[in-house]
């Protein structure tokens, strides 16, 4: 995705690639025709599907995922929460998200881009001088229309704060919900994926002045990271759930989670081989790492279990899926599938301990765990991202990790994260505080314990007659 | 006229309805209850987070008899949902003053 940012801004590519027929009747005679190289239909065509694969993890894959986990009474605050997100992100995105993210660059610093792509301008195809301009995105031989790099990189900005719904499920407000997001994604998420993603960003890796070149292939630090802390800072601030340790909170329903969990797996291959916006060799490598990490966290989680208590559950199988996935996000366009069992099974087991040990000892509510998956596991991947990363993969001499020999590239690594977990603390703080000062931040009491689907939105999940 | 209450296991259901039914006694109610007695429950674990679970699912059955059925009702459910482990579940009878039959209006136990 983020690995081909160099590409001028709609260049006059004159003709799109369907260039044959129909087009070439009408050429733009006489313009100075720049000979458009038509575009690859296999790379738009994966990624198109990784796109639409990537919405799909946030409905219905993270929907039943979380749902599946809250009480009965909360399951549709937590699915409109997610169905609602796809929504609302998506036009922020489009109106001035994308922009932020991979516009120029504000004030030179690699801090945050600028205005030159809000509303979608210079994005989608124009009509200049009697012909059909596309804008482009990619490496040559590679390009694809700048349109699908938005929105690929739309459904990222959708699953990000729908997975810190996880720190504050069954309790936060729908109106804050909404408002928090908005101002979370252009304010925290923007800024970041600028930082790691965009050519002029001061930690990215596609930057060849910066001094710490982080690696981020899918969002490690980007996605996971920047909800997990974020998720934490909610957890703490919002306070626990009215009952939280006293009463019961089983999941109400393991058959959804299990089932958004392998939506979530399925989906991850858009969200990681997509990332490589083009059907190479680099797709297959992220594909099959991709798997195999999430193979190893779910074998890793249950395992434990198993050994610590003589039961493997489906819902330690399920988190350890999605811990090695979450682990093997940054590293999936630079790590061979070898590694990424060893990052699966390093996931797995450091997120299960955060998830039972560490949660319950300091006693916040994590309810759905998003920082001690998301958090935890995002931190751990973008570190032995510059542990395992491997010229065979990058296919680049100056890219490797320490393994290979290049400690350089594990402090690269560390100072993006270190750089982005700050900005989610700092910033989901004074965000929270702004947001309550509006509308407040919880349900009333009684709203919490009548649940959330009644109290928010006036509709149950269950009416079985 | 009795009412018979019985709560079972689950797995009772279909035998101990067969049985009254081949037992000449017609129609019941069941209905899917929790409870405990001296049965104990069991330990659930999410993540690490451990729940005991106290209320165990049975199946309540209901039935109607007239005086001189009731021996023969109550025998049957025990010789059926016997399985002689903690947990088989308890039958409860009681003094039923009417009955009414909503179609025909028919009362005491020509509406049973």
Request: with cysteine; hydrophobic share 50%; net charge neutral.
């Amino acid at each position: 995705m983020k690995l081909w940012c160099r590409s001028a801004l709609a260049t006059a590519s004159l003709w799109c690639f369907c260039s044959s027929s129909v087009l070439a009747e009408e050429p733009a005679v006489g313009s100075a025709a720049v000979a458009a190289v038509p575009f690859n239909g296999a790379d738009i065509a994966w990624s198109l599907t990784a796109s639409a694969l990537v919405l799909m993890m946030t409905a219905p894959g993270l929907s039943l995922f979380y749902g599946g986990l809250v009480r009965k009474k909360n399951i549709l605050g937590v699915m409109m929460q997610c169905v609602f997100l796809m929504g609302i992100m998506s036009l922020v995105w489009a109106m001035w998200g994308y922009s932020l993210v991979f516009s120029g660059d504000a004030g030179g610093l690699g801090l945050i881009g600028d205005f030159g792509y809000a509303g979608l301008q210079g994005v989608t195809p124009t009509w200049v001088n009697n012909a059909q301009v596309i804008p482009r995105f990619g490496p040559a031989g590679h390009e694809i229309p700048r349109s699908i790099h938005m929105v690929f990189q739309m459904m990222f900005f959708i699953i990000t704060p729908a997975l810190i719904c996880g720190a504050f499920a069954e309790r936060m407000k729908f109106t804050s919900m909404v408002l928090f997001s908005v101002l979370w994604g252009t304010l925290i998420y923007c800024p970041v994926a600028h930082w790691v993603w965009a050519d002029k960003g001061w930690c990215s890796e596609f930057n060849g002045d910066a001094t710490y070149r982080a690696f981020d292939f899918a969002g490690g630090t980007v996605v996971h990271i920047t909800s997990g802390f974020s998720a934490l800072v909610c957890a703490i601030l919002l306070g626990k759930r009215l009952g939280f340790g006293q009463e019961p909170m089983p999941p109400h329903n393991l058959t959804y989670t299990c089932i958004g969990a392998a939506l979530l797996w399925v989906g991850w291959f858009g969200f990681n081989a997509g990332s490589a916006l083009a059907s190479t060799e680099l797709t297959a490598n992220a594909f099959v790492a991709t798997h195999m990490s999430a193979a190893a966290g779910t074998v890793t989680w249950a395992g434990i279990e198993w050994l610590k208590r003589g039961k493997a559950s489906i819902l330690g199988a399920c988190s350890g899926a999605v811990a090695g996935l979450v682990g093997i996000t940054p590293a999936s366009g630079s790590c061979t599938p070898l590694a990424g069992i060893a990052i699966g099974f390093l996931a797995g087991i450091l997120c299960f301990y955060f998830c039972t040990t560490v949660k319950n000892k300091f006693g916040y509510d994590d309810s759905l765990d998003a920082f001690g998956v998301h958090g935890v596991g995002g931190t751990l991947g973008a570190l032995l991202t510059g542990v395992f990363a491997s010229k065979a993969v990058t296919n680049d001499a100056g890219k490797f990790g320490l393994l290979e020999g290049n400690a350089h590239q594990l402090v690269a690594q560390a100072v993006g994260a270190v750089a982005a977990i700050g900005l989610a603390i700092v910033g989901t703080v004074i965000l929270l505080k702004i947001v309550d000062a509006i509308v407040g931040l919880r349900v009333n009491q009684a709203g919490e314990l009548q649940g959330l689907d009644i109290d928010q939105h006036g509709e149950e999940g269950y009416i079985f007659h | 006229m009795k009412k018979v209450e019985a709560v079972i296991r689950h797995y009772k259901l279909e035998e101990v309805k067969n049985a009254l039914t081949q037992a000449g006694i017609q129609g019941m109610t069941v209905s899917e209850v929790r409870g405990f007695g001296r049965q104990r429950g069991h330990k659930e674990t999410y993540r690490g987070a451990e729940y005991t679970v106290d209320f165990l699912p049975k199946v309540k059955l209901e039935v109607v008899v007239a005086d001189d059925e009731v021996a023969n009702a109550i025998q049957t459910i025990s010789n059926v949902a016997r399985t002689g482990q903690i947990g088989d579940g308890k039958i409860f009878v009681t003094n039923l003053a009417d009955v009414v039959r909503i179609r025909t209006g028919e009362t005491g136990p020509g509406a049973i």
